[in-house]
């Protein structure tokens, strides 16, 4: 069992900057891919980046490619997202998830892989 907190939420203008963070509990985090995910009202929840548990591979929408940073510590149990040069378009609640042990880099980006989640953080971006 995994369980993720994620914090570092809040409102920005447009331009600025936010750094999520997500702390993971449980046994085997370095085993665990990690994904960040965001879900806007009346909208699906969609992908935004995620970073490998064997080598530190990351991966990101093409939306937020550029501007989105993705990292993890796992001496702290904790993985990152960096988000600069904000949108008012990036507004959603954001989620930490987590999978063990994810095998191809095309299954980083389904959802329906990733079998632990946070409770969310809502980010809002003023225009």
């Known amino acids: 069992q995994v369980q993720l907190v994620e914090s570092g939420g809040g409102l920005v203008q447009a331009g600025g900057s936010l750094r999520l963070s997500c702390a993971a509990s449980?046994?085997?985090?370095?085993?665990?891919?990690m994904g960040w995910f965001r879900q806007a009202p009346g909208k699906e929840r969609e992908f935004v980046a995620a970073i490998s548990w064997s080598d530190d591979s990351t991966y990101y929408a093409d939306s937020v490619k550029g501007r989105f940073t993705t990292s993890r510590d796992n001496a702290k149990n904790t993985v990152s997202l960096q988000m600069n040069s904000l949108r008012p378009e990036d507004t959603a609640v954001y989620y930490c998830?987590?999978?063990?042990?994810?095998?191809?880099?095309?299954?980083?980006?389904?959802?329906?892989?990733?079998?632990?989640w946070g409770q969310g953080t809502q980010v809002t971006v003023s225009s």
């Open positions: 998830a987590a999978a063990f042990r994810l095998q191809y880099s095309g299954s980083y980006y389904l959802k329906n892989n990733y079998n632990y």
């Open positions: 449980g046994r085997s985090f370095s085993s665990y891919a």
